[in-house]
T-cell receptor, first 112, second 115 residues
Framework: DTGVSQDPRHKITKRGQNVTFRCDPISEHNRLYWYRQTLGQGPEFLTYFQNEAQLEKSRLLSDRFSAERPKGSFSTLEIQRTEQGDSAMYLC??????????FGPGTRLTVL | DQQVKQNSPSLSVQEGRISILNCDYTNSMFDYFLWYKKYPAEGPTFLISISSIKDKNEDGRFTVFLNKSAKHLSLHIVPSQPGDSAVYFCAASSGGGTSYGKLTFGQGTILTVHP
């Protein structure tokens, strides 16, 4: 399967704990995006990488959130001191530079 | 500030008939529009797109229409099939430049196609 993969698919954590998600984009896709989706809403943009450079961050991305894309391949999204409001589906997408983005299956985070 | 709106949370259609999903936007800078389909427990899957220089794009059973003056687009599915039952998201992009192609999504419309 050469699509976008995300790990883990599900994560349950207690409030205050740190969590890290991983995204492996389609190989040779230089653009990588993170989105967050809550119930009944469409995905909302969080951040964007062009190769290894993080070029844009949404104001939704508080100081507790950090994303990296070392070497321009896979990416990680870390949430520190999780809050119940962080419960959502976290989606990763990649693009070869065209307007279409290809999404992974998402990581569903539940903060208790 | 919801820049992309899908005002119908759900749509129910009989198999073989036409499904019409609607989307409105407010940002005049949007110049590329996409439709995604999403099944439960999966990520959104790209369906069809249209550039602002066109008013229609067709791909098999799927056609997207764009009315720039009304800031409105629609997705037509003909004929509808039970396998089309999913959540459909409208998304918009202002292309390159400083936006880097990030997508702004609507809230989604749940389409149910009955056999």
């Amino acid at each position: 399967d050469t699509g976008v993969s995300q790990d883990p698919r599900h994560k349950i954590t207690k409030r205050g704990q740190n969590v890290t998600f991983r995204c492996d984009p389609i190989s040779e896709h230089n653009r990588l995006y993170w989105y967050r989706q809550t119930l009944g809403q469409g995905p909302e943009f969080l951040t964007y990488f062009q190769n290894e450079a993080q070029l844009e961050k949404s104001r939704l991305l508080s100081d507790r959130f950090s994303a990296e894309r070392p070497k321009g391949s896979f990416s990680t999204l870390e949430i520190q001191r999780t809050e119940q409001g962080d419960s959502a589906m976290y989606l990763c997408a990649s693009s070869p530079g065209t307007d279409e983005q290809f999404f992974g299956p998402g990581t569903r985070l539940t903060v208790l | 500030d919801q820049q992309v709106k899908q005002n119908s949370p759900s749509l129910s259609v009989q198999e073989g008939r036409i499904s019409i999903l609607n989307c409105d936007y407010t940002n005049s800078m949007f110049d590329y529009f996409l439709w995604y389909k999403k099944y439960p427990a999966e990520g959104p899957t790209f369906l069809i797109s249209i550039s602002s220089i066109k008013d229609k794009n067709e791909d098999g059973r799927f056609t997207v229409f764009l009315n720039k003056s009304a800031k409105h687009l629609s997705l037509h599915i003909v004929p509808s099939q039970p396998g089309d039952s999913a959540v459909y998201f409208c998304a918009a992009s202002s292309g390159g430049g400083t936006s880097y192609g990030k997508l702004t999504f609507g809230q989604g419309t749940i389409l149910t196609v009955h056999p």
